[in-house]
């Protein structure tokens, strides 16, 4: 309990001061085989997009974390990425339950192939939650960059609609799940999948209105 505490205020007080002292976000890394290491570029692209059209500091390389640790609790923001299978223990599904209770923030974007396994996943960390989807006049989708008509269609994976799914404890989005986007394959560098600059900023501008509202609007 005390140690659980102390994660909570260390994350508050990341929270709150993390625009001040170069406030670095995660990346995810969990177990099951599925590529939670793909789209190298993406991150330190939105960053830099970010620190750029957004005013802020964050720290230009982001951190890599497992689920399982207590490490977890240093970022206000993390991004969960893959293809394939997911894993959580009982232990690392109570940790990442506790961080996102705690005020932290989890965006995954479905990769293609990610959506069952996560869902799966995501109901042993809460149980009593079921993903909704957002409507078109949620905040997130208007911050510096609207976009009036939901989630932007990034890559074509099934023919389906972007869409855009969260988890909400107590009032407050803790999950973002972005699926038929593909955000992050359009935050790489365009020489990777060969998206026009056009696709390349609105897949920025989504991610950098996620960003903002994650840390000054919530």
């Known amino acids: 309990m005390i140690k659980m505490k102390r994660n909570i205020i260390i994350l508050a007080f990341m929270v709150l001061c993390g625009s001040c002292f170069g406030q670095q976000i995660a990346l995810l890394k969990y177990r099951g085989g599925g590529d939670w290491y793909g789209n190298p570029t993406s991150l330190p692209n939105l960053i830099a997009f970010c620190n750029q059209n957004l005013s802020m500091s964050l720290d230009p390389k982001p951190a890599t974390v497992e689920v399982g640790s207590t490490d977890l609790f240093q970022y206000p923001f993390v991004h969960m990425t893959g293809h394939g299978n997911v894993v959580f223990s009982a232990e690392e599904a109570q940790n990442l339950r506790m961080y996102l209770i705690s005020g932290g923030f989890l965006h995954i974007d479905d990769n293609y192939g990610l959506n069952n396994f996560i869902r799966t996943q995501?109901?042993?960390?809460?149980?009593?939650?079921?993903?909704?989807?957002?409507?078109?006049?949620?905040?997130?989708?208007?911050?510096?960059?609207?976009?009036?008509?939901?989630?932007?269609?990034?890559?074509?994976?099934?023919?389906?609609?972007?869409?855009?799914?969260?988890?909400?404890?107590?009032?407050?989005?803790?999950?973002?799940?972005?699926?038929?986007?593909?955000?992050?394959?359009?935050?790489?560098?365009?020489?990777?999948?060969?998206?026009?600059?056009?696709?390349?900023?609105?897949?920025?501008?989504?991610?950098?209105?996620?960003?903002?509202?994650?840390?000054?609007?919530?």
């Open 122 to 218: 995501m109901k042993a960390v809460f149980p009593e939650l079921d993903f909704v989807e957002l409507p078109y006049n949620h905040p997130i989708f208007h911050q510096k960059f609207p976009f009036p008509n939901g989630l932007p269609k990034i890559h074509e994976h099934d023919g389906k609609p972007a869409q855009a799914f969260g988890l909400v404890w107590e009032g407050r989005l803790v999950c973002l799940f972005t699926y038929e986007c593909d955000l992050g394959d359009g935050w790489e560098d365009t020489s990777v999948h060969h998206d026009s600059e056009n696709t390349h900023q609105k897949a920025l501008k989504m991610g950098a209105d996620i960003i903002q509202y994650v840390f000054t609007a919530r």
